[in-house]
């Protein structure tokens, strides 16, 4: 199985994607690209070449679920993992997450000492979902 190295996080409250980057990199080991906006990821997604995408649902302008369709429509990122992390993990809200493509969900709020063990887990259960 291909190593989990690179991680697209959009998230547009800044709080939260300073904490996740922080847990990401520095205890996860991972390499982080964070963008505020589902706009931004666009713009950036082709060069950083993610293995793996974390995407709020609530973001002002584009959506998460609006930036995955968008995302999904890229070249190279039709089979990308794409899990949201989003407080709204209601049964049928999940089930909307995984008709649109998503893998799975990590539940808001996160512990950030636990974050990159979630994340790592997700990758080693739908790696290529």
Do not use: H
């Not at 520095?26 to 931004?40: D, N």
């Not at 666009?42 to 995408?53: E, Q, S, T, Y």
């Not at 990308?80 to 998503?102: I, R, W």
């Amino acid at each position: 199985m291909k190593p989990l190295r690179r991680i697209l996080y959009v998230e547009d409250d800044a709080d939260i994607r300073m904490v996740a980057c922080l847990a990401l990199e520095s205890i996860g080991g991972f390499e982080v690209s964070a963008c505020a906006s589902g706009e931004e990821a666009l713009d950036v997604a082709d060069d950083f070449a993610p293995d793996m995408i974390l995407l709020d649902v609530m973001m002002p302008g584009m959506d998460g679920p609006s930036t995955l369709r968008a995302l999904r429509g890229l070249p190279g990122f039709a089979d990308t993992p794409v899990a949201f992390m989003t407080a709204k993990v209601q049964p049928e809200e999940l089930a909307e997450y995984g008709a649109l493509g998503s893998c799975d969900a990590i539940a808001k709020p996160f512990d950030p000492m636990l974050l990159a063990d979630q994340v790592r887990a997700l990758w080693e259960s739908v790696n290529g979902c």
